[in-house]
């Protein structure tokens, strides 16, 4: 079964600074999914980024970039410039590209709350 | 205006009460999920709808019974259910089922069973 592993419960920042949140999976599998959400306390889940496996460039979103090392299995998500607005939980997800298996599940990790310092 | 909207916001129950938590999405989405996030834990899938078709049950109880009477509207039942029940119940949909999964969530149901 895959896992993803979120060892940071808390970060913090100051504003205009660069953080990198750390993110792990385990999977036996070669084609899959990854993301990055965002869940500020108004609770609703936010798409921040996202990266298919069999893609070797990192994705970049704005100020939201990965770093994705598919041999390390470690999705990092690096934020620059950091603004006020950016406070949040921040999750990351893993999805199986085996469409002989869940649909929607979305496998989360735990979460990593960051601050944003002014 | 998130596009998935949940209520109510927050909901206290006792274990003997049945109550409904309402989802609507105004995305023209086909496929609509019910997660739960409980505190210290990671969000679990509990189950999705396909043009209103269940296609996926997570292993929830039985005190858990949803209903998708259209591809707009997805509700879940809630009867006799227990403390461990309480945790953000957070609805999401998608244009269809594929890879990326879930697109668009709402802000949630704080559920508290007393």
């Known amino acids: 079964a895959q896992t993803v592993t979120q060892s940071q419960p808390e970060m913090s920042v100051q504003e205009a600074e660069t953080v990198t949140l750390s993110c792990t999976y385990d999977?036996?599998?070669?084609?899959?999914?990854l993301f990055w959400y965002k869940q500020p306390p108004s609770r609703q889940m936010i798409l921040v980024i996202r990266q298919e496996a069999y893609k070797q460039q990192n994705a970049t979103e704005n100020r939201f970039s990965v770093n994705f090392q598919k041999a390390a299995k470690s999705f990092s998500l690096k934020i620059s410039d950091s603004q006020l607005g950016d406070a949040a939980m921040y999750f990351c997800?893993?999805?199986?590209?085996?469409?002989?298996?869940?649909?929607?599940?979305?496998?989360f990790g735990k979460g990593t709350k960051l601050s944003v310092k002014p | 205006e998130t596009g998935v909207t949940q209520t109510p916001r927050h909901l206290v129950m006792g274990m003997t009460n049945k109550k409904s938590l309402k989802c609507e999405q105004h995305?023209?989405?086909?496929?609509m999920y019910w997660y739960k996030q409980s505190a210290k834990k990671p969000l679990e899938l509990m189950f999705v709808y396909n043009f209103k078709e269940q296609t996926e049950n997570n292993s929830v109880p039985s005190r858990f019974s949803p209903e998708c009477p259209n591809s707009s509207h997805l509700f879940l039942h809630l009867h006799t259910l227990q403390p461990e029940d309480s945790a953000l119940y957070l609805c999401?949909?998608?244009?269809?089922?594929?890879?990326?999964?879930?697109?668009?969530f709402g802000d949630g149901t704080r559920l508290s069973i007393l």
């Open positions: 997800a893993y999805r199986s590209d085996n469409y002989g298996g869940s649909q929607g599940n979305l496998i």
């Open positions: 995305l023209g989405h086909n496929a």
């Open positions: 999977t036996s599998e070669s084609d899959y999914y």
């Open positions: 999401a949909s998608s244009s269809e089922l594929g890879p990326f999964g879930p697109q668009h």
